[in-house]
């Protein structure tokens, strides 16, 4: 049973950081590019940050360069979100999410939600002072 397990979110005020975490289980990482996506109450699932299934490359949207840094761990198949300087429009429910990819693309990652195949339930994050 494929699953990924998002963790990490909570309260905290604005310029501080977050690390969020998933773990993924049931399916052989190695083949998957994975997005952090989130969804911000009344707006839509934005693709924040993706890595590549060969772990060369990320892409981060403008809105979060410089502050969100994702990052993978293949020895306990954990995929990471580091965030810094949160700001309060970083308030959403932040998504793990995989894309089946094939070997052309292993270096490659999309933040496009209709590339994605599967995602976990997500874990809050709240940015108030």
């Known amino acids: 049973q494929v699953q990924l397990v998002e963790s990490g979110g909570g309260l905290v005020q604005p310029g501080g950081s977050l690390r969020l975490s998933c773990a993924a289980s049931g399916f052989t990482l190695d083949y998957y590019a994975i997005g952090w996506f989130r969804q911000a109450p009344g707006k839509e699932r934005e693709g924040v940050a993706c890595?590549?299934?060969?772990?060369?490359?990320?892409s981060y949207a403008d809105s979060v360069k410089g502050r969100f840094t994702i990052s993978k761990n293949m020895a306990n198949y954990t995929i990471s979100l580091q965030i810094d300087s949160l700001r309060t429009e970083d308030t959403a429910v932040y998504y793990c999410?995989?894309?089946?990819?094939?070997?052309?693309?292993?270096?490659?990652?999309?933040?496009?939600?209709?590339?994605?195949?599967?995602w976990g339930q997500g874990t809050e994050g709240t940015v108030s002072s």
């Open positions: 999410e995989a894309d089946r990819v094939t070997p052309d693309t292993w270096s490659l990652c999309s933040r496009k939600q209709a590339d994605y195949d599967f």
């Open positions: 890595i590549s299934s060969l772990d060369t490359s990320a």
